[in-house]
């Protein structure tokens, strides 16, 4: 008896988990390149009485086992990298990806982050950067004179100059992608960092090499489908809920034993 009680506890541990990751993707609805998260969970080690196929008698071997599981844990919690929805914003510097591939920048510290929120603006020296200040890679340098900026779907950045009507090509947006992009690591502000999981980066120009192109002038919204959480909420708070009933089943089951008397 004391098993179910532990066992129960396992799936509502379980439960909490996925309830709480399923309200990080409420939470970031409305945050620019969020990519939604799901738990996957697997199932514990077995007590095994009887192992199937046990001999039975002479010639004779059980069809079937006795095998009492321990419960349940949570094995991951992947990343869904599906598009997501674009909203129009008539901003020059904001972008988004058609498809696969990742915007660089350049973090504080000298590393490179990945992100998918194309939201860029002009700091003071009038480079591409993050919301964060962080510049983006291969750095763009707007000139303070420039009246226009164009940016192609392959990348390639125009600037239209004062008194000179002809744009004048002042970089390459390049992009990058993962063979397996789950296997990032999230750090939070839209940005993730590479693993071991993730593969090595691979560079490229949008549109080449199964890369997305790129749109000028949207960003893309997060991916996370309100109504779809919402039910997995529900899913989850019943499932916490049936754990917390076993529990109590047990815990009385319990209770009948202690009071037996002669």
């Not at 071991?196 to 490229?204: D, K, L, Q």
């Not at 909420?233 to 815990?251: C, M, P, T």
């Amino acid at each position: 008896m004391i098993r179910a009680l532990f066992t129960a506890a396992t799936g509502m541990t379980a439960q909490q988990l996925n309830i709480d990751t399923t309200a990080n993707n409420l939470a970031n609805v409305n945050t620019t390149g969020f990519k939604k998260s799901r738990v996957d969970f697997q199932d514990l080690l077995y007590q095994t009485p009887r192992m199937p196929g046990a001999p039975t008698a002479q010639n004779a071997d059980a069809p079937t086992g006795i095998q009492v599981g321990s419960g349940v844990r949570p094995a991951s919690t992947q990343r869904i990298f599906s598009q997501g929805d674009f909203q129009q914003t008539d901003n020059q510097l904001d972008l988004v990806i058609e498809g696969d591939g990742f915007f660089q920048v350049l973090r504080g510290d000298g590393t490179t982050a990945y992100t998918r929120a194309g939201s860029f603006r002009k700091d003071a020296n009038g480079r591409m950067v993050n919301p964060d200040g962080y510049a983006l890679q291969p750095e763009i340098s707007i000139p303070t004179q420039a009246i226009g900026v164009s940016i192609a779907t392959d990348g390639a950045v125009s600037v239209t100059l004062a008194g000179n009507p002809t744009p004048q090509n002042i970089g390459t947006i390049e992009l990058t992608r993962f063979i397996n992009p789950a296997g990032l690591a999230a750090i939070g502000r839209n940005l993730f960092l590479p693993t071991g999981a993730s593969g090595t980066a691979i560079t490229g120009t949008p549109g080449s090499l199964g890369f997305g192109t790129l749109s000028q002038g949207y960003v893309e919204m997060s991916n996370v489908k309100v109504v779809e959480e919402m039910v997995n909420l529900i899913v989850g708070q019943r499932a916490y809920e049936a754990g917390s009933k076993a529990v109590q089943s047990a815990d009385e089951m319990l209770q009948l034993a202690n009071n037996l008397r002669r």
